[in-house]
């Protein structure tokens, strides 16, 4: 890929508002946009790959995980891979390996192939929307970052806002392989942008060593564990079910040691030496893990059960994200003035609420009287929740140590989604085997969807114990947490140098990323907080 030497301007000295500027935003959101887009539009066709590929409620779970699988695995590997090899070259690959995983789903004859393609979309995904961070923040100037970095959040959360409709718009007048299809003239359209128009930047510093044991142990925890709880649910515990549990257990203990040996691990498990920190990530693998859930069997339930069409079914949940478009930054303004303890404890109260709610919808499933009252109670929880729980991940540890933070909250969140798709299914008793959907199967999707809403209003209730175990008032800083580094400081607070940390909402599939995760884009040199000082 290009170094885009073509452009005259710098990266780092790319002011808002100029052309160099609009480039710069249309490549990032674009890009980012793809992959927000293509995580809704999938689950709304879900229904229509059953049919078409004769396929049960076990491939089902593997199109959604495939592409978690790589991607929660990944995503920390980011920033370090594009301060070593060039932060626009990185974005672009990424870009170009989901849009050719794009292309292998378009044209997948089996369902095998298209998992394939939706494990190689998660590569794509984890190099491009951190790298989207990455080209902001070592991009524009100091003092536009925050702007920058507010209108990718916000348009990329647009992408997520209009997933449904496309995806149910494309499933309806023509065929569930569209929804893949739209990607390629993006994907193709965005590397254009990138390789003409937006400033190449790498940092000469950056670390010489990988940590490729890492993500790979990673991948291989994260895949055995899934394929054992999947085919659990799908064939019961045979030979190959403990096998896939032994392989996932035994790759995650390695993935631990190898952690604390190497010069440059992706995950420091100093961080969590920070009860704040253990908390409130805890909170999130319980809250995402009932959101990725919830999202993958109320789309199957309303189309197969209630028998919504595509769009009405896809359109269901979008006042979850408006909500959240409309509230999260008010959410963390509140939380900066009275403390984050009361809104994670009350948030995913109203989660769970919402999710009993939802239990109690019947075969007819009317959206307004039934289905829309839970949905909002869910909204209005994930609202509350999502910006004080991002904030207090980032105040519990060194302000050097933000990014990665932020990176693994975001990695923890889909890989809590990965496994309740893959658990909590079998868990309620909804069967996932082979065969076509119908019959027996959708029989326990009428029988199983009511207690798997309540399995997930307990995991909410226990999201919001975790929150006991915070301070009130205040979080301790970094200072406090870990007996160095930063002052400590209240969430929410501007930093002392001044510069802001509005987090804003980017999707729902995860909590907003801060920065690209391991990556010293936007760091200030000699500065003491800076990834740079170690």
Not at 176 to 197: D, E, Q, S
Not at 344 to 360: E, F, K, N, Q, T
């Amino acid at each position: 890929m290009s170094d885009s030497t073509s452009v005259p301007v710098a990266a780092g000295g790319v002011a808002w508002g100029s052309p160099e500027a609009r480039w710069m935003l249309t490549a990032t959101v674009l890009g980012s946009g793809m992959a927000f887009l293509d995580s809704t539009v999938v689950t709304v066709a879900l229904p229509a790959i059953r049919e078409d590929l004769d396929t049960g409620l076990a491939g089902l779970q593997w199109i959604v995980n495939g592409y978690m699988v790589t991607l929660s695995a990944l995503i920390l590997l980011s920033g370090s891979l594009s301060d070593r090899f060039g932060r626009v070259r990185l974005f672009m690959w990424g870009v170009a390996v989901f849009a050719l995983a794009s292309a292998l789903c378009v044209f997948a004859p089996t369902l095998e192939w298209l998992v394939a393609g939706r494990v190689a979309q998660g590569v794509g995904g984890a190099l491009l929307t951190p790298g989207s961070l990455a080209i902001l923040q070592a991009g524009f100037r100091e003092e536009d970052r925050a702007r920058a970095i507010g209108a990718w959040s916000g348009l990329t959360g647009v992408a997520s806002a209009i997933g449904p409709f496309v995806g149910g718009w494309l499933v309806q007048i023509g065929d569930w392989r569209l929804i893949f299809l739209i990607n390629v003239p993006l994907a193709l359209a965005v590397l254009a942008i990138a390789w003409f128009k937006v400033p190449e930047s790498r940092d000469p510093e950056a670390a010489r060593r990988l940590d490729l044991p890492g993500a790979l142990l990673g991948v291989a925890a994260l895949g055995g564990i899934t394929y054992a709880l999947i085919q659990w649910g799908a064939v019961g515990a045979t030979a190959a079910v403990w096998v896939g549990t032994a392989v996932g257990v035994l790759a995650l203990a390695l993935f631990l040691v190898v952690e604390t040996r190497v010069a440059d691990p992706m995950l420091p498990l100093g961080m969590f030496s920070s009860r704040g920190f253990v908390a409130t990530n805890a909170a999130t693998v319980l809250i995402y893990g009932s959101l990725g859930t919830l999202f993958f069997l109320l789309v199957i339930y309303l189309q197969e059960v209630a028998g919504y069409s595509p769009v009405a079914a896809g359109a269901a949940s979008l006042p979850i994200t408006l909500l959240m478009l409309a509230l999260s930054a008010r959410s963390g303004r509140l939380a900066s003035r009275i403390g984050p303890r009361p809104q994670l404890i009350a948030g995913p109260l109203s989660v769970a609420a919402g999710l009993w709610l939802l239990s109690r919808i019947g075969r007819e499933a009317p959206y307004l009287t039934e289905v829309l009252p839970g949905v909002l109670l869910v909204a209005l929880g994930l609202a509350t929740t999502v910006a004080p729980l991002t904030a207090t991940v980032l105040a519990s540890v060194t302000e050097r140590h933000a990014g990665v933070a932020s990176g693994v909250n975001n990695t923890f969140a889909r890989g809590a989604q990965l496994i309740g798709v893959a658990a909590i299914p079998a868990l309620a008793g909804i069967v996932g085997g082979g065969e076509t959907g119908g019959g027996a199967e959708a029989g326990s999707l009428i029988a199983g969807f009511g207690p798997a809403m309540l399995v997930l209003a307990g995991m909410c209730v226990a999201a919001s114990l975790c929150a006991l175990l915070l301070p009130r008032g205040r979080m301790p800083g970094a200072g406090e947490a870990s007996g160095r580094g930063s002052p400590p400081r209240e969430v929410g607070a501007v930093p002392p140098d001044g510069r802001e940390r509005t987090l804003r909402f980017c999707g729902v599939s995860g909590p907003p990323l801060r920065s690209c995760p391991g990556s010293t884009a936007g760091d200030v040199p000699g500065d003491p907080r800076s990834g740079r000082n170690g």
